[in-house]
């Protein structure tokens, strides 16, 4: 049964009818582990975690949520709501520390540690890693502030900043033809009139761009660049999608600092749910 077809009044017994802390509801299947690893690293918490199928089908839960109708939990992508002015926390609506889950999972440690395991060679790229991203978030920078205020000013546009294919130097290349995005910023610039003084980005400005990133613009350029890796140690092997997203959960389990800001931030969200 899909989570949709419960009424208010059955959500709100669902816990004690699972005989469980609470139920959380999160956007699509991706979510679960995640989310999942989460609270059984934060917390004693028992939770039943349900997909909903996306955003806009969790939108009216937090909603309820936030108006007192439902007990639940919702936890949900961060997105930029996060650096708006009229943003107020609940504690019983969860966010993701970067735009998305993404932004967790897929650190340079993960992306070093899964290159040596797929070229099978006792192999540390982290320096390079590093590098690579940087480039990438350089690059990428003009295109991500233009998104935040494409966001913070409900202009729904379509920026582009859904996926990296259309600003890469090639089809299956992970660094950023620059003079390509460039003239796409300038055309958004042009063609619909967006454009930001210093002042708009003052909620983002500090934050590394890695972290305002789409999920998938990066899970896809991360996936090209392991992939680019694997293949100069003399791998003819592809890594998917999906077992990038299996790593990426395993590192989350067993090798991510929770005692660092990003954990911290996890730790202290769980926490407060029951005030």
């Known amino acids: 049964m899909q989570a949709l077809e419960y009424s208010d009044e059955a959500i709100n017994a669902l816990d004690a009818f699972l005989e469980c802390d609470y139920i959380l509801f999160v956007e699509g299947d991706d979510d679960v582990l995640f989310w999942s690893t989460v609270f059984c690293k934060c917390s004693d918490l028992s939770i ?6 996306g955003v806009n089908e969790l939108k009216p839960y937090v909603d309820k949520v936030k108006a007192g109708e439902l007990d639940c939990l919702v936890a949900k992508d961060a997105d930029y709501t996060k650096h708006e002015n009229c943003f107020l926390p609940h504690p019983r609506v969860l966010y993701t520390y970067g735009y998305s889950i993404e932004n967790t999972l897929y650190k340079p440690e993960l992306i070093s540690s899964v290159i040596g395991l797929w070229s099978k060679r006792n192999v540390d790229c982290l320096r390079e ?15 991500f502030y233009l998104d935040y205020i494409n966001y913070i000013n409900n202009l729904e546009l379509d920026t582009g900043a859904g996926h990296c294919q259309q600003f890469m130097q090639g089809r299956y290349s992970e660094e950023v033809d620059e003079i390509k995005l460039n003239e796409h ?3 958004l ?9 210093a002042d708009e980005l003052t909620p983002v400005i500090d934050i590394p761009v890695p972290l305002l990133m ?19 140690f003399g791998r003819k092997a592809n890594v998917s999608a999906d077992a990038l997203y299996a790593h990426a959960i395993h590192h989350l389990q067993n090798a991510f600092c929770w005692e660092d800001e990003e954990g911290v931030y996890y730790s202290k969200q769980v926490r ?3 005030g």
Do not use: C
Not at 129 to 143: E, G, I, Q, S, Y
Not at 189 to 197: K, M, N
Not at 219 to 228: D, E, G, T
């Open 189 to 197: 610039r042009e063609t619909h009139g967006i454009s930001y003084v």
């Open 272 to 274: 407060s749910i029951n």
């Open 48 to 53: 039943d975690i349900r997909p909903v199928g």
């Open 185 to 187: 910023v300038g055309l």
């Open 129 to 143: 890693v590093n590098d690579w991203l940087m480039r990438f978030a350089t690059a990428t920078k003009p295109l």
């Open 214 to 232: 789409r999920g998938h613009f990066l899970q896809s350029a991360v996936l090209r660049f392991v992939n680019r890796k694997v293949k100069e």
